[in-house]
Structures are given as structure tokens and as C-alpha cells.
């Protein structure tokens, strides 16, 4: 595999970062991840602002070798060759000789890029398979999850404890109210109208899921931003999880709750799906 690594585009083997970077002792960094489909990138210039807000959030210098990032990815996926690729970009604050909570001012940030071939939908080509299953559970991450960073300890602990079942994803919440996805965001059908939690919960500003709100607002559907209820998402006739590499997918299972099954062509998530078009 080819990646970038600051300025160079190299063999995976030969790329070597620094244990003393921040990104490595302190989880000091940010991350995107972005869809391409035959070399062209999908939502290319939404991931690079919320790249930079993320930058931004956490006082990180924003490298110049962003400006020159399109091509940079075109240049690597065609270096890896696979026909549909997603690019995880990951921009720590740099390398620190000596660890402190304080970072030096005159450190450069480093900057890692990779790809790795990326699957369809399994839902275009087949929408009666088997929906996801997701298991609720209480929020317990750090109140700042608009930022992209790297830490995501809260995001990934549950689903390493072998006490519990295997799910597709864990749906967070607290106070009652539905937060998000652990690595996506959620949408509910119910009585008619399509609801998603508001950015004002602190949740991740998704770029699908911004993109899906853009679509359904120029449609006769009813979106709303809002708080989802726990009684709502257990209530609800359809759940969405929409992400960058799964677009939109549809939930099945709820913990021990399966939704009712109805024909694929009555699904509403199954009409947002044609507006993906690569």
C-alpha cells in the first residue's frame, strides 16, 4: 500500500513516525475519512472544511499541504489501484522531544494519509437483506464529539468487552434523548416525519447526514432537526445510520426488538438511497 506521509508519497513499510509524536502520547490530533468512486472524490470540499474546523477547534496549525490535498489523494488512489477507495487523513499537533501536557509552539503538525478499498452499499444491489443491529447504550464519552479528534476511547470501549453481544453499531444517548452512532449518525421515520438528533447535542456535524438533509428539504418530507426521545427511536417505523463509507443503511434489530418487516419498495431510507449517485 502507498501512503502519504508529510510531503512524500511512499511504501506503507517505509513510513516512520516518531513514538514522541502527540498523536501517539496524548491522542493529539483530528481525522476525516473521505469516500472516492473511480478516483473522484464524494463531498471533496464539505470533508475539507470540517477537516479545518476540527483543525481550528483544537488550536492546530492547519498544514499548507491541504491546499494541494485533491490531488494528492488522486494520486494515491491511483497508486493503490483499488476502483473505489475511502482516504483516512490524520493531522496530529507533531512531534515533542520531551512529553508535556504543553505543546511547544514551533512544532509542525504531521500529517498521515492512507486508503484502503471501499466496499458498496450492500443495500443498492440488495435492499431485503438483513438490516443492521444496534444495541442502545448510555453516552459516556467526552462532551466535545463536534470535533473529529482522534480519541475515541469512549466510541470503541463497548464493543471490545466480551461480556457483550456482537451488534453492526452502538446507538448512544443520555437523559433520555438519542445522541448518535458510534461511528455514524441516525435518522428516524415516525409518523410521517423524518427526525434527527440537532447539532446542538454536540454530536458530529455529518457530512452524509448533512448531505441527506439537503436532498429530503427539497422534497415534500418533513425533516427535523430535534431531541429523539428513547420511547421515540424505540417507536420509530424506520432507523437510519448514514456515514461517509455506508452512506445510508437501515436498522433491523433494536437490542432484543426487531422493527416490523414491509416490502423494500415501501421503505423511505431505500428512496434516500438513489441519491447517492457515483
Known sequence: MWVFLNGRILREDK??????????????????????????????EE???????????????CPQ???EL?????????????????????ITRGVQDIRSHEAESEILPTVFITSQNLDLNPYRNNP?????????EEDIRWARCDIKTTGLTGNILSSH???????DEIIFHKNGIINEGSKSNVFILIENSILTPSLDQNILPGITR????????????EVLETE?????????????????????QPVQYLDDFELPRRNSQDYLWLEVLNYFNH
Open 15 to 44: 513510513a516512520r513516525i516518531s513514538p514522541l509524536d502527540r498523536g501517539f502520547t496524548f491522542a493529539d490530533g483530528v481525522y476525516e475519512v473521505i469516500p472516492s468512486y473511480n478516483n473522484k472524490r464524494f463531498l471533496f
Open 210 to 221: 448533512d448531505f441527506i438533509i439537503e436532498k429530503l428539504r427539497g422534497t415534500d418530507l
Open 65 to 67: 499541504v491541504l491546499d
Open 228 to 248: 429523539v426521545s428513547l420511547d421515540q427511536f424505540r417507536s420509530a417505523e424506520e432507523i437510519w445510520l448514514t456515514s461517509s463509507t455506508k452512506e445510508i
Open 161 to 167: 468487552d466480551p461480556s457483550k453481544s456482537k451488534v
Open 128 to 136: 431485503d437483506k438483513k438490516g443492521l443491529s444496534v444495541r442502545l
Open 47 to 61: 470533508h475539507l472544511t470540517r477537516l479545518k474546523k476540527s483543525l481550528n477547534k483544537l488550536f492546530i496549525p
Open 70 to 90: 485533491n490531488s494528492i489523494l488522486s494520486e494515491l488512489h491511483k497508486k493503490n489501484g483499488f476502483k473505489n477507495q475511502f482516504f483516512y487523513i490524520q
